[in-house]
């Protein structure tokens, strides 16, 4: 009837209004499904006799949906996390101090060159190693702080802290003399945990495929067991056989934090806008 119409394009018009609440991402991607199934139902609930429980259904409908919407991209690292390339850097320099474990071994084996030359080469790379250690620390805090507010990017910063930490460690003028392992072993359980811990959340909130899932996840798995490894050593529960076997342990480890930081990179990468659900409109 036409008088049953009119408050059909008043509600209409209203709820049009109300769409504007949403982000701007999601009106362009379901505001004209969202609002022809509007009308739908809302003609539906005149002929029925339903308006006034379908507005009070809409209104709380929209309520929740908008709140979900708005606070969906500080809820999840999966979309549009700022600074992914702070991660390629961070594991480019990971991949660097990797390397630098088996340059000092290489030095520490050979039996060959002038003495002078690896006298000069052994602290010149310890510097090196701690200085691109502080570097990827900072990248990984930075790109926590970036994304501060976000679900678990403050994993992300604990790593990069205690990374940089231990890059502190062979620059600093208050480190003198031999260091026990022990509280380095500390700062690399700090460092394997809350990166194994920020790659199981972004497993969880992952919305692409099983098998990226499962290398996250896989990911968080080798970051406990590496953080055991280094609890047993520092407290002396297993002991090195040889100490060469610790350039190699240390170069593993980062040649792994490398890769999760890689991975890491892509996924964010690839995140695109948030895929969520149209407001269900019920009648």
Request: proline share 5%; glycine share 8%; aromatic share 14%.
């Amino acid at each position: 009837m036409p008088g049953d119409s009119r408050w059909v394009n008043r509600i209409c018009r209203l709820y049009a209004i109300m769409l504007r609440v949403y982000p701007k991402a999601f009106r362009i991607q379901f505001g004209p499904e969202v609002e022809q199934v509007f009308r739908d139902s809302c003609r539906a609930a005149v002929i029925n006799k339903h308006l006034f429980r379908f507005v009070l259904l809409m209104f709380s409908d929209w309520l929740w949906t908008c709140f979900r919407e708005r606070l969906a991209p500080f809820g999840s690292l999966e979309a549009h996390m700022k600074g992914w390339w702070l991660l390629v850097l961070c594991g480019i320099l990971d991949a660097m101090c990797a390397a630098t474990h088996l340059f000092m071994l290489n030095m520490i084996l050979n039996p060959y060159g002038p003495l002078g030359l690896r006298r000069f080469a052994l602290p010149a790379t310890v510097w090196d190693m701690s200085i691109v250690a502080l570097l990827a620390g900072t990248c990984a805090v930075a790109a926590g702080v970036w994304n501060a507010g976000r679900s678990s990017s403050w994993l992300l910063s604990l790593h990069g802290l205690a990374l940089a930490a231990f890059g502190s460690i062979g620059i600093s003028p208050l480190v003198r003399g031999p260091l026990g392992f022990r509280p380095i072993s500390l700062l690399f359980v700090l460092m394997a945990l809350s990166l194994g811990a920020f790659a199981l959340r972004i497993a969880q909130i992952s919305r692409s495929g099983a098998t990226d899932r499962w290398l996250l996840s896989a990911c968080a798995a080798a970051s406990v067991g590496y953080a055991l490894s280094f609890v047993a050593v520092g407290f002396g529960w297993v002991r090195i056989a040889s100490p060469y076997f610790y350039w190699i342990w240390m170069s593993s480890y980062f040649t792994f934090t490398s890769l999760c930081m890689l991975k890491l990179a892509e996924r964010r990468h690839e995140a695109g806008p948030s895929q969520a659900a149209a407001p269900i409109t019920r009648t």
